[in-house]
């Protein structure tokens, strides 16, 4: 092998080696950037309604959303599959309650939206140690478990961190 091919084997070796290197870079960037995500989606809106059933079946009359009944509220799962994994299903959740419902908290707002999350303790705890009022009961049922927080203006939020 002559100096002049031994030195562009040698330089072919390096940018190939440079290149892979920029590639892994990004990916380790990337895959950062997914830990560093709080909210991986939104899990369902629920609204407070003067007459629940009643608008439950005004929404399932005009708009065709088949509601179905629980615990005093209506809800209808809409599904959808996951985005990295396409053979596994995930679903929003529209639920209509009495203006009665506890499960607002005390938010004064007839709205909540839950937030799905990848890790809620971990989210907490960030949230906590930048000031943000958030409940410290954590509540485990048998799709996943649910924490809270308030913004600034009030309205309850639900976290919720998928099984």
Request: glycine content about 8%.
């Amino acid at each position: 092998m002559t100096a002049m091919s031994f030195g562009l084997v040698s330089a072919a070796l390096a940018a190939t080696f440079a290149f892979g290197m920029m590639v892994q870079a990004k990916r380790n960037a990337q895959a950062d950037a997914k830990k560093d995500v709080r909210v991986t989606g939104i899990g369902g809106v629920f609204f407070k309604a003067h007459d629940a059933e009643k608008l439950a079946a005004w929404y399932r009359e005009h708009l065709g959303i088949d509601f179905q009944s629980y615990a005093g509220s209506s809800f209808h799962q809409f599904e959808w599959l996951e985005k990295d994994n396409p053979s596994k299903t995930g679903g929003t959740v529209l639920a209509v309650f009495p203006q009665t419902a506890k499960n607002f908290g005390e938010s004064k707002s007839p709205w909540m939206i839950d937030y799905r999350v990848a890790n809620l303790d971990r989210l907490l705890a960030e949230l906590k140690s930048e000031g943000v009022q958030v409940e410290d009961k954590i509540d485990d049922a048998p799709y996943g478990r649910f924490g809270h927080a308030m913004d600034p203006e009030g309205n309850r939020i639900e976290f919720w961190e998928p099984k």
